[in-house]
């Protein structure tokens, strides 16, 4: 493989996006390159008096069916593959009349954007390029004599080497082909996927699924891990599609747990706060504004809250911002923030400032992925939720109005606790929660001892929990774990059912005088 610098002499652009397209064609025109080109591509340079000449004036051969042929002919793909240091491909290409082409600038019909636009399938289906995939595989191929350039933010770069050096280096070929290659396959993933969902068929055989950097991270979860963040092209409103108003660098493990609350706080109608600490809550609440959703969420564990992620499901104001920043937080995440709560915020320099311009709907279908040993794990993502009207009471006393707003509560908090997951609840606000243990009565006295703790903390001669809610992700598989729950002093239960010894547990239940409901639906979060 040559190191020599390739020398431009011949051309070939034909681009959807024109970004920066005519400051280029002139570029190359007044470096002496021969520039072919196509449809509306060549129709802009020569309106800007750029010299161009049409692919199908350099190949003989006229574009075809409403254009879907035009470059897919051997005067294009032997000038782009034809290897310039075998004689053999010398000789070929001279008695076939084939030029070399040593450039391509190509960018792809917008298949993503017309998807995400809700066109019909016959648009989609057009949208889908055929030619250009094809001319940046073989450019990318050939990198050893050919530069492939397929986003506009390579022309600058592209540009500067050829006025340093005359030409286009190895090396620069062979990063445009490395990312030639991961567009063409990016593509082909998005087609693939909409094709899959065109059919209704969650796990086709072969899944394929791509992303687009967003940003190099410092680091992974520890120093010694070397880490990134890539979006997937959907609009769900989170992370990927905010803006950072403000503050220090985002770290993988801030990504990770601004995720996990603004999932949580999704799940809420009324204004909602959730703090995050390792990816679990760690106090959630509702009010009838954010000020007063923070206190609540604040007292259910002011300990953990220390230097966690909080996440609101309404436009920030000054009196929310002002109670967050009371403490050291390293995230705020929320649609938006008026002007008087982002001059709050910017007090603290360091404090990062995430405005997503929208909610996430809970609801909503999608999947997730857990990377494994030799594969990855793919599932729907968790989008179950249950109402009054879905549950069943099992016990001999039903639960009252208000336990029952505070059971669907904790329960959706819950959702996004991790395995086994013990919630707490009372007046809308989380007093005491129980994550990540191997067994689910560790979790109920953690959650209890929790909700002692943040009593004494507030100066109340009471646990939070007493005269409160609970709820499991998962059933009670003894009685023991809703034996600790009613020793917190809870007076009702919400856990999905389904053990064997459900009989047990609701007679543990009555004994204790406690109201419970099975929800029918489990919420395990490894």
């Not at 610098?5 to 002139?26: H, M, T």
């Given at each position: 493989?040559?190191?020599?610098?390739?020398?431009?002499?011949?051309?070939?652009?034909?681009?959807?996006?024109?970004?920066?397209?005519?400051?280029?064609?002139?570029?190359?025109?007044?470096?002496?390159?021969?520039?072919?080109?196509?449809?509306?591509?060549?129709?802009?340079?020569?309106?800007?008096?750029?010299?161009?000449?049409?692919?199908?004036?350099?190949?003989?051969?006229?574009?075809?069916?409403?254009?879907?042929?035009?470059?897919?002919?051997?005067?294009?793909?032997?000038?782009?593959?034809?290897?310039?240091?075998?004689?053999?491909?010398?000789?070929?290409?001279?008695?076939?009349?084939?030029?070399?082409?040593?450039?391509?600038?190509?960018?792809?019909?917008?298949?993503?954007?017309?998807?995400?636009?809700?066109?019909?399938?016959?648009?989609?289906?057009?949208?889908?390029?055929?030619?250009?995939?094809?001319?940046?595989?073989?450019?990318?191929?050939?990198?050893?004599?050919?530069?492939?350039?397929?986003?506009?933010?390579?022309?600058?770069?592209?540009?500067?080497?050829?006025?340093?050096?005359?030409?286009?280096?190895?090396?620069?070929?062979?990063?445009?082909?490395?990312?030639?290659?991961?567009?063409?396959?990016?593509?082909?993933?998005?087609?693939?996927?909409?094709?899959?969902?065109?059919?209704?068929?969650?796990?086709?055989?072969?899944?394929?699924?791509?992303?687009?950097?967003?940003?190099?991270?410092?680091?992974?979860?520890?120093?010694?891990?070397?880490?990134?963040?890539?979006?997937?092209?959907?609009?769900?409103?989170?992370?990927?599609?905010?803006?950072?108003?403000?503050?220090?660098?985002?770290?993988y493990n801030n990504l990770n747990d601004t995720d996990a609350a603004f999932e949580c706080v999704a799940e809420f109608e009324r204004p909602a706060i959730v703090i995050v600490k390792h990816a679990n809550p760690c106090g959630v609440a509702v009010a009838d504004d954010l000020a007063a959703a923070w206190d609540l969420a604040l007292r259910c564990d002011p300990v953990s809250a220390f230097g966690g992620i909080v996440a609101a499901n309404r436009t920030l104001d000054a009196a929310a911002a002002e109670r967050i920043t009371a403490i050291f937080t390293e995230v705020v995440v929320a649609p938006d923030a008026d002007e008087a709560a982002k001059a709050v915020?910017?007090?603290?320099?360091?404090?990062?400032?995430?405005?997503?311009?929208?909610?996430?709907?809970?609801?909503?279908?999608?999947?997730?992925?857990?990377?494994?040993?030799?594969?990855?794990?793919?599932?729907?993502?968790?989008?179950?939720?249950?109402?009054?009207?879905?549950?069943?009471?099992?016990?001999?006393?039903?639960?009252?109005?208000?336990?029952?707003?505070?059971?669907?509560?904790?329960?959706?908090?819950?959702?996004?606790?991790?395995?086994?997951?013990?919630?707490?609840?009372?007046?809308?606000?989380?007093?005491?929660?129980?994550?990540?243990?191997?067994?689910?009565?560790?979790?109920?006295?953690?959650?209890?001892?929790?909700?002692?703790?943040?009593?004494?903390?507030?100066?109340?001669?009471?646990?939070?929990?007493?005269?409160?809610?609970?709820?499991?992700?998962?059933?009670?598989?003894?009685?023991?774990?809703?034996?600790?729950?009613?020793?917190?002093?809870?007076?009702?239960?919400?856990?999905?059912?389904?053990?064997?010894?459900?009989?047990?547990?609701?007679?543990?239940?009555?004994?204790?005088?406690?109201?419970?409901?099975?929800?029918?639906?489990?919420?395990?979060?490894?």
């Open positions: 493989m040559t190191d020599a610098v390739v020398p431009v002499r011949r051309a070939l652009l034909s681009v959807s996006d024109k970004a920066g397209l005519v400051e280029f064609g002139r570029f190359l025109a007044r470096q002496g390159a021969e520039i072919l080109s196509t449809g509306g591509t060549a129709r802009a340079l020569r309106e800007a008096g750029v010299p161009v000449k049409d692919v199908s004036d350099h190949t003989g051969f006229p574009e075809i069916l409403d254009g879907r042929v035009k470059t897919l002919v051997p005067q294009i793909h032997g000038g782009l593959l034809g290897r310039r240091d075998l004689p053999a491909h010398l000789a070929q290409m001279r008695e076939h009349g084939i030029a070399p082409i040593d450039l391509v600038v190509v960018n792809l019909y917008p298949f993503e954007a017309t998807v995400a636009g809700g066109a019909g399938f016959a648009d989609c289906i057009e949208n889908i390029d055929i030619g250009g995939p094809a001319m940046i595989r073989s450019a990318a191929k050939n990198h050893a004599h050919v530069a492939v350039l397929t986003e506009p933010a390579q022309l600058g770069e592209v540009r500067a080497e050829i006025e340093a050096k005359g030409g286009t280096t190895l090396a620069l070929r062979r990063r445009l082909a490395a990312a030639a290659f991961a567009r063409t396959a990016a593509y082909d993933a998005a087609i693939s996927g909409w094709f899959v969902a065109q059919e209704g068929e969650a796990f086709p055989p072969r899944f394929a699924f791509a992303g687009a950097l967003k940003q190099t991270l410092r680091y992974g979860e520890n120093p010694h891990q070397r880490a990134a963040f890539y979006t997937d092209g959907t609009a769900r409103p989170g992370i990927a599609t905010a803006a950072q108003a403000q503050g220090k660098e985002l770290s915020f910017a007090r603290k320099k360091n404090l990062r400032l995430l405005l997503t311009g929208g909610m996430p709907d809970p609801a909503a279908p999608g999947m997730t992925f857990k990377s494994v040993s030799g594969g990855f794990l793919a599932q729907s993502r968790d989008a179950g939720r249950v109402a009054a009207p879905d549950l069943k009471v099992v016990t001999k006393r039903a639960p009252t109005e208000a336990e029952l707003a505070d059971l669907l509560f904790a329960f959706r908090v819950c959702k996004h606790v991790k395995s086994n997951a013990i919630v707490y609840a009372k007046g809308g606000a989380t007093v005491g929660i129980g994550a990540g243990q191997m067994n689910r009565v560790e979790s109920s006295r953690i959650a209890a001892w929790k909700s002692e703790a943040a009593a004494k903390a507030a100066g109340l001669p009471e646990p939070l929990a007493k005269g409160g809610v609970v709820a499991s992700d998962a059933f009670f598989p003894f009685a023991d774990g809703l034996q600790t729950a009613a020793a917190a002093g809870a007076t009702a239960v919400i856990q999905p059912g389904g053990s064997m010894r459900d009989a047990e547990v609701i007679a543990a239940a009555d004994e204790a005088g406690l109201a419970m409901v099975f929800a029918g639906m489990r919420h395990f979060r490894h």
